[in-house]
């Protein structure tokens, strides 16, 4: 794991370990790196890392602000949010995903 880490460290790559005993938490990031195997990792990428980085931002900005999820009763996670604070959805702005492709 040593290797590994100090690979990241290298290229400024942050790591975030989950807690020993963690089930919970578990749960939640296996669930997600299914819905990014599902729709992100199987189309094609760009060969350079920018050119990933920039795909995908704007996949997270579509999963966080566009793409319905079942969990949140067909809402995307920032409308969910909004209308849990009873505000309106932000627009705009430095996004942690987005995605240039119409998704079903």
Known sequence: ???FEEACQMHNIKLFVLP??????????????RTFRDEFYTR??????????TELNEYLDYYNRRRPH?????LAPLEYLAMMQEESVPQG???QMYWPITFP
């Not at 094609?44 to 920018?50: F, G, K, Q, S, T």
């Open 20 to 33: 020993p005993k963690s089930p919970k938490l578990n749960g939640h990031v296996e669930r997600m790196q």
């Open 44 to 53: 094609p990428l760009p060969a350079r890392i920018a050119g990933i980085q």
């Open 70 to 74: 079942r969990a949140l009763n067909g």
């Open 93 to 95: 702005g430095e996004s």
């Open 1 to 3: 794991m040593a290797e």
